[in-house]
C-alpha cells in the first residue's frame, strides 16, 4: 500500500487555494503571502524552472504517495530511479525530472499541470507563482482543528491550546497526536506544532498547524514557569537542589505501632518460613519477596491465636502488588493501593486457631509480591511470613514442618519499634528542603530478628509511616528530589479539607536530584503529608520547599485557563 506524506501547515482559515511564490536558486519564498523557506531551493536546468517534489507538496498542502521509488502527486507519476515522469499515464520530455543530491526535481510547469493549478511569472521572468486549489480530502476523514491564545509568546510564557478536531458524521474521535507540541518555549525561534486526529472507523484526518513565534524578554524561567504550573507528579528541572539549606524539624514522640519487616531471604528458593514474631495490639507488616522456587508459589501471612481467648486481627488498611516481575512497580502500586485503604476484613481465631490474613495470587517463578497492613490484634497472635509452593496448604500443620529459611545477607528482616515517625517543621526561610531516609539527618530504624536474634538495622526506613505536618506552607510549592537513584512511589497530602494522594511521578520513574517532582501548592498555612518510602525504590530523598509566586526579574501573570 502506497504511504502517505505529511500535509503542510494548515492557515488557520484554510483558504481555496494555495499560492507559492519563488525564484531559481532563493530558498525564500512566499507562501500566501507569507514567508516560507526551501531547504532544497528551486533550479534553472536547461532552460526549465524545477521544484523540489516532496518540499513542493508539503508547502501546497498536497498529499504526495510514495511507494518504492515511485512517487505521485495528482495525475503525476515519477520513477525516482529511472528520473522519467508520466502525467496521466503519458510519458514526459526528457528533462522533466532530475535527482540532485537525493532530492526528486520537476518541471515546474508539469507540477502545474499535475495539479490543474495555474502558473504566471513576473515581468523579469525571474519570479513565478504556481496557484493550487485545496485538496479536496477524503470526505469521511475526520478533521484536526486547534488554536492558540496568540501567535507569539515570550520565552517562558504559557501556551493555551484549544482543541476542537471534529468529525463530519459525528464517529468518537479515538486518537491524537502532536508534533512540536509544548505548553511552553524557552528558545526564541519558530516553532511549527501540528495535529493529526483518528476516528473509531481507523480513519486519520490530514495534518493541521500552526506556527507559533517565540522571542523578547523572558517571562520565566523552567524553574518559576514550573512551580506556577507544574502539576502534581510532574518533573522540573533545578540544578540548585542540593544547595539548599536543610530545615530542622521537631521529632514528637513516636507512637507504638511497631513494623514487621520480611525481606531476607527477599528470593527464597523453597517453601519455608521467611519471618516470625508475636505481639499484640496495633503494627504494620511490610513483606517484600520474589518466587526463586522452580515452580508456582503463594506469599502467606498467618496469624495464630497464642491466648486461651478469641482474639479478633483486624485489617485496617492495606496495599499490594502481584504478581509482578516488574520490581519498580512493587513499592508505588503498593503505596497507591495502601493510601487508598478504608478498612478491611475482621478474622476472630479461637484459642490455638491459625489464619491467613493475607494469601497473595499465585506467583510464578521469577515473579515478586510486596505487601504493606496495618492490623490490629486483641490478644498476642504469632505471625508467620511463608512462602509455600502452590500445591502446600497454608495449615499450622504445615508451617511447623517448613524450615525458617536462613537470611540472605543482603536483605533485611526482623521487627522494629514505632514505625511511625512524626515531624514537624515551620517555614520561615524558603527555598529549603528536608531530608528523609539518609540515616543521618534521619537516622535509620533499629530493631531484631526474633528468629536469629541479631540486632537490625532498617535502612531506608522502608516501612516507617512519615507523619509530617508543616506550617506556613500557604503561598509555597512543596516538591520531592529522588537523592539516591531510581525512585517511584506515592504520597498522601491534607490541605485544609482536601485529601489527594500523589503518584510520584506521574509517569515514569524519578531518576535525578536535579529534576524534582512537582507534589503540591498549599492553600492553607498547615499542611499534612504522609510519606513511607516505597519498596523498590532508593532511598535518601528530599522534599522541597519553595516560594509559589515569580522570582524577582520575572513576570507575575498566570494563565489560569486550560480548555
Same mark, same amino acid.
Not at 169 to 175: K, Q
Given at each position: 500500500?502506497?504511504? /502517505?506524506?505529511?500535509? #503542510?501547515?494548515?492557515?488557520?482559515?484554510?483558504?481555496? *487555494?494555495? @499560492?507559492?511564490? =519563488? +525564484?531559481? %536558486?532563493?530558498?525564500a519564498?512566499?507562501?500566501?503571502g507569507?514567508?516560507?523557506?526551501?531547504?532544497?531551493?528551486?533550479?534553472?536546468?536547461?532552460?526549465?524552472t524545477?521544484?523540489?517534489?516532496?518540499?513542493?507538496?508539503?508547502?501546497l498542502?498536497?498529499?504526495?504517495?510514495?511507494?518504492?521509488?515511485?512517487?505521485?502527486?495528482?495525475?503525476?507519476?515519477?520513477?525516482?530511479?529511472?528520473?522519467?515522469?508520466?502525467?496521466?499515464?503519458?510519458?514526459?520530455?526528457?528533462?522533466?525530472?532530475?535527482?540532485?543530491?537525493?532530492?526528486?526535481?520537476?518541471?515546474?510547469?508539469?507540477?502545474?499541470?499535475?495539479?490543474?493549478?495555474?502558473?504566471?511569472?513576473?515581468?523579469?521572468?525571474?519570479? /513565478?507563482?504556481?496557484? #493550487?486549489?485545496?485538496?479536496?480530502?477524503?470526505?469521511? *476523514?475526520? @478533521?484536526?482543528? =486547534? +488554536?492558540? %491564545?496568540?501567535?507569539?509568546?515570550?520565552?517562558?510564557?504559557?501556551?493555551?491550546?484549544?482543541?476542537?478536531?471534529?468529525?463530519p458524521?459525528?464517529?468518537?474521535?479515538?486518537?491524537r497526536?502532536?508534533?512540536?507540541?509544548?505548553?511552553?518555549?524557552?528558545?526564541?525561534?519558530?516553532?511549527?506544532?501540528?495535529?493529526?486526529?483518528?476516528?473509531?472507523?481507523?480513519?486519520?484526518?490530514?495534518?493541521?498547524?500552526?506556527?507559533?513565534?517565540?522571542?523578547?524578554?523572558?517571562?520565566?524561567?523552567?524553574?518559576?514557569?514550573?512551580?506556577?504550573?507544574?502539576?502534581?507528579?510532574?518533573?522540573?528541572?533545578?540544578?540548585l537542589?542540593?544547595?539548599?539549606?536543610?530545615?530542622?524539624?521537631?521529632? /514528637?514522640?513516636?507512637?507504638?505501632?511497631?513494623?514487621?519487616?520480611?525481606?531476607?531471604?527477599?528470593?527464597?528458593?523453597? +517453601?519455608?518460613?521467611?519471618?516470625?514474631?508475636?505481639?499484640?495490639?496495633?503494627?504494620?507488616?511490610?513483606?517484600?519477596?520474589?518466587?526463586?522456587?522452580?515452580?508456582?508459589?503463594?506469599?502467606?501471612?498467618?496469624?495464630?491465636?497464642?491466648?486461651?481467648?478469641?482474639?479478633?486481627?483486624?485489617?485496617?488498611?492495606?496495599?499490594?502488588?502481584?504478581?509482578?516481575?516488574?520490581?519498580?512497580?512493587?513499592?508505588?502500586?503498593?503505596?497507591?493501593?495502601?493510601?487508598?485503604?478504608?478498612?478491611?476484613?475482621?478474622?476472630?481465631?479461637?484459642?490455638?486457631?491459625?489464619?491467613a490474613?493475607?494469601?497473595?495470587?499465585?506467583?510464578?517463578?521469577?515473579?515478586?509480591?510486596?505487601?504493606?497492613?496495618?492490623?490490629?490484634?486483641?490478644?498476642?497472635?504469632?505471625?508467620?511470613?511463608?512462602?509455600?509452593?502452590?500445591?502446600?496448604?497454608?495449615?499450622?500443620?504445615?508451617v511447623?514442618?517448613?524450615?525458617?529459611?536462613?537470611?540472605?545477607?543482603?536483605?533485611?528482616?526482623?521487627?522494629?519499634?514505632n514505625?511511625?515517625?512524626?515531624?514537624?517543621?515551620?517555614?520561615?526561610?524558603?527555598?529549603?528542603?528536608?531530608?528523609?531516609?539518609?540515616?543521618?539527618?534521619?537516622?535509620?530504624?533499629?530493631?531484631?530478628?526474633?528468629?536469629?536474634?541479631?540486632?537490625?538495622?532498617?535502612?531506608?526506613?522502608y516501612?516507617?509511616?512519615?507523619?509530617?505536618?508543616?506550617?506556613?506552607?500557604?503561598?509555597?510549592?512543596?516538591?520531592?528530589?529522588?537523592?539516591?537513584?531510581?525512585?517511584r512511589?506515592?504520597?498522601q497530602?491534607?490541605?485544609?479539607?482536601?485529601?489527594?494522594?500523589?503518584?510520584?511521578?506521574?509517569?515514569?520513574?524519578?531518576?535525578?536530584?536535579?529534576?524534582?517532582v512537582?507534589?503540591?501548592?498549599?492553600?492553607?498555612?498547615?499542611?499534612?503529608?504522609?510519606?513511607?518510602?516505597?519498596?523498590?525504590?532508593?532511598?535518601p530523598?528530599?522534599?522541597?520547599?519553595?516560594?509559589a509566586?515569580?522570582?524577582?526579574?520575572?513576570?507575575?501573570t498566570?494563565?489560569?485557563?486550560?480548555?
Open positions: 500500500m502506497a504511504a /502517505l506524506l505529511g500535509l #503542510a501547515a494548515a492557515p488557520a482559515t484554510a483558504a481555496g *487555494a494555495v @499560492q507559492l511564490t =519563488f +525564484s531559481p %536558486d532563493q530558498a519564498a512566499l507562501l500566501n507569507g514567508a516560507a523557506q526551501f531547504s532544497a531551493p528551486p533550479r534553472l536546468i536547461g532552460g526549465r524545477l521544484l523540489p517534489l516532496r518540499e513542493t507538496a508539503t508547502l498542502g498536497q498529499t504526495l504517495t510514495v511507494q518504492s521509488d515511485q512517487l505521485g502527486l495528482g495525475r503525476l507519476m515519477v520513477d525516482a530511479a529511472r528520473g522519467v515522469a508520466t502525467l496521466g499515464g503519458v510519458l514526459q520530455p526528457e528533462g522533466s525530472v532530475a535527482v540532485l543530491d537525493g532530492t526528486v526535481y520537476v518541471s515546474t510547469r508539469l507540477l502545474a499541470d499535475a495539479l490543474n493549478a495555474g502558473l504566471s511569472m513576473d515581468d523579469a521572468g525571474r519570479t /513565478l507563482t504556481l496557484t #493550487a486549489l485545496r485538496e479536496g480530502g477524503n470526505p469521511l *476523514a475526520p @478533521q484536526a482543528r =486547534f +488554536s492558540t %491564545d496568540k501567535t507569539t509568546y515570550a520565552p517562558g510564557e504559557r501556551v493555551v491550546f484549544t482543541e476542537y478536531p471534529f468529525d458524521d459525528g464517529a468518537d474521535l479515538t486518537a497526536r502532536w508534533t512540536g507540541r509544548q505548553d511552553v518555549y524557552f528558545q526564541p525561534g519558530t516553532y511549527t506544532v501540528t495535529l493529526q486526529v483518528t476516528n473509531s472507523r481507523g480513519l486519520q484526518s490530514a495534518p493541521f498547524s500552526r506556527t507559533l513565534r517565540v522571542e523578547g524578554t523572558p517571562v520565566d524561567s523552567p524553574l518559576t514557569y514550573a512551580l506556577k504550573y507544574a502539576d502534581p507528579g510532574d518533573r522540573f528541572p533545578d540544578p537542589v542540593n544547595t539548599y539549606p536543610a530545615l530542622t524539624d521537631v521529632r /514528637l514522640p513516636s507512637i507504638g505501632r511497631p513494623l514487621i519487616f520480611s525481606d531476607s531471604p527477599e528470593a527464597p528458593t523453597q +517453601s519455608g518460613v521467611l519471618y516470625q514474631d508475636s505481639l499484640s495490639g496495633p503494627l504494620r507488616l511490610l513483606a517484600y519477596h520474589i518466587n526463586a522456587l522452580s515452580k508456582p508459589a503463594r506469599l502467606y501471612v498467618l496469624a495464630r491465636n497464642l491466648e486461651d481467648r478469641a482474639v479478633d486481627v483486624h485489617t485496617e488498611r492495606q496495599g499490594e502488588t502481584a504478581p509482578t516481575r516488574l520490581e519498580v512497580l512493587l513499592g508505588q502500586i503498593t503505596l497507591l493501593d495502601y493510601f487508598a485503604g478504608t478498612g478491611g476484613p475482621t478474622l476472630t481465631l479461637q484459642p490455638g486457631q491459625t489464619a490474613v493475607y494469601a497473595s495470587p499465585t506467583l510464578g517463578p521469577g515473579s515478586g509480591v510486596n505487601v504493606m497492613a496495618d492490623l490490629t490484634a486483641s490478644g498476642r497472635v504469632e505471625l508467620s511470613v511463608v512462602m509455600l509452593e502452590d500445591s502446600l496448604p497454608p495449615t499450622q500443620q504445615a511447623q514442618q517448613l524450615p525458617y529459611l536462613t537470611p540472605d545477607a543482603k536483605h533485611v528482616r526482623g521487627t522494629f519499634e514505625a511511625v515517625r512524626s515531624l514537624r517543621v515551620n517555614l520561615t526561610r524558603l527555598p529549603a528542603r528536608l531530608v528523609l531516609g539518609d540515616g543521618q539527618l534521619d537516622p535509620a530504624l533499629l530493631g531484631v530478628d526474633r528468629l536469629t536474634g541479631r540486632p537490625q538495622r532498617l535502612g531506608g526506613n516501612g516507617v509511616l512519615y507523619d509530617l505536618e508543616v506550617t506556613g506552607a500557604a503561598g509555597t510549592a512543596v516538591a520531592f528530589s529522588p537523592r539516591g537513584g531510581l525512585y512511589g506515592a504520597m497530602v491534607e490541605d485544609g479539607p482536601i485529601s489527594q494522594t500523589i503518584k510520584l511521578p506521574h509517569t515514569g520513574s524519578a531518576l535525578k536530584p536535579d529534576e524534582p512537582m507534589l503540591w501548592r498549599p492553600q492553607s498555612d498547615r499542611l499534612n503529608i504522609d510519606f513511607v518510602p516505597a519498596s523498590g525504590s532508593n532511598l530523598v528530599s522534599l522541597l520547599f519553595y516560594r509566586r515569580p522570582e524577582e526579574g520575572f513576570g507575575g498566570i494563565k489560569t485557563y486550560q480548555p
